[in-house]
């Protein structure tokens, strides 16, 4: 067997006029690698992998629910440190660099409301689990 080595994923996006990396567009390309290593594990039969990633993706949205509703150990310092930070502000974590933490989450808030038309229009999309 060869040498253990990492495996790094490179996703190539740019910050807005707001400093904000937009979030969607890094979960999309997440999604798409990931649903494309799923088809291997589905015998490239499409049903069985969007069955196979709808799994996945459940589980994973419900154990973080489960984890920011109660935290472990673990999760109790990093929550401490982040000073009782909502979960708003610590899931919009990728902007560049801000010296101050409120021009930071001024900067959030903008792209957040820049953006809306486009989340209401992802929101409208039908989702069954």
Same mark, same amino acid.
């Given at each position: 067997?060869?040498?253990?080595k990492?495996?790094?994923? +490179? ?30 594990y ?60 409120a ?7 903008? +792209? ?18």
């Amino acid at each position: 067997m060869t040498e253990k080595k990492p495996l790094y994923m +490179h996703i190539d996006v740019k910050p807005d006029e707001n400093g904000v990396y937009d979030g969607r567009a890094i979960s999309k390309r997440l999604m798409n690698l990931s649903y494309r290593l799923l088809a291997t594990y589905a015998d490239d039969d499409l049903p069985k992998a969007e069955q196979l990633f709808q799994a996945i993706a459940y589980e994973t949205l419900f154990n973080n629910r489960i984890r920011l509703e109660t935290p472990d150990e673990d999760d109790i310092e990093e929550f401490e440190d982040e000073e009782q930070e909502t979960v708003k502000s610590r899931a919009m974590s990728m902007t560049i660099e801000f010296s101050d933490q409120a021009e930071r989450q001024k900067a959030i808030d903008r +792209h957040v409301e820049d953006t809306k038309g486009f989340t209401d229009g992802l929101l409208s999309y039908p989702v069954k689990w």
